[in-house]
């Protein structure tokens, strides 16, 4: 099993190697849209562009790579955004949900998971 840190819910989640990012998040019942994404969503079929997160922390392959769907939907995004529906978690990661309304504390929230250790 591996891990998922969720900075914004304060949580952290278990999967299989592999799992997709999105499953896991609806799994959970942790909320992954914003408004646009609650009122209609592709269903993780990489259309909608409303299943957003940002990578805060993890190995830099923790993740399986960005998807040709993503690398034109993510082209004006920042380079730590990915579509969870098209993401595969490899290995532990730091994730933030609906990074497009960040909390107000995100720093303190990156801050103090730098400081607590992930586990592999
Ligand atoms: S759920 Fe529509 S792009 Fe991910």
Redesign the pocket.
């Known amino acids: 099993m591996t891990t998922i840190r969720f900075i914004r819910e304060g949580v952290e989640i278990q999967c299989r190697p592999g799992e997709n990012l ?1 499953d896991v998040v609806i799994r959970e019942n942790l909320q ?2 914003g408004l646009k ?1 609650m009122l209609g ?11 957003f997160v940002s990578i805060e922390g993890g190995a830099s392959n923790s993740l399986s790579p960005l998807t040709d ?1 993503e690398r034109q ?1 993510l082209k004006s995004r920042p380079d730590n955004w990915r ?4 993401t595969l978690v490899k290995s532990s990661t730091v994730v933030l949900t609906k990074p497009q309304s960040p909390p107000s504390n995100l720093d303190k929230l990156i801050d103090d998971s730098k400081n607590k250790k992930l586990p592999k």
């Open positions: 999105r992954l849209y994404g969503n592709c269903g993780g079929a990489g259309q909608c562009s409303t299943c769907v939907k579509l969870a529906c098209q």
